[in-house]
């Protein structure tokens, strides 16, 4: 991206000379989210015949956000996800 904004700069279809220095030379370690469980527990934790109910199928959904997305516990309580209307 760097070298892009420089080719940029060069051939002046860019008004500012110093848009390449915007973006930063190192990025932050990429962290994964820690895997707690065993597929096995994952497994019987989400199986079917506990989520056949809407709240049901919210519990699944809220487990799911939390193992694989790593959200956090309070971040999926204070979550709503209710059909906003469009103004």
Known sequence: LR??????EETDLVQNKALHLAVPKSF???VSIVTTLS??????L??????????GLRD???????LRLGVR???II???FAPQEVV
């Open 39 to 44: 597929d096995a527990a994952v497994d019987k």
């Open 46 to 55: 989400t199986s079917d015949g506990l989520f056949k109910t809407n709240a």
């Open 78 to 80: 204070n979550s709503n």
């Open 28 to 30: 932050a370690k990429q």
């Open 3 to 8: 070298i892009f904004m420089l080719f940029l």
């Open 60 to 66: 699944k959904a809220m487990i799911f956000l939390a």
């Open 73 to 75: 516990k309070s971040d």
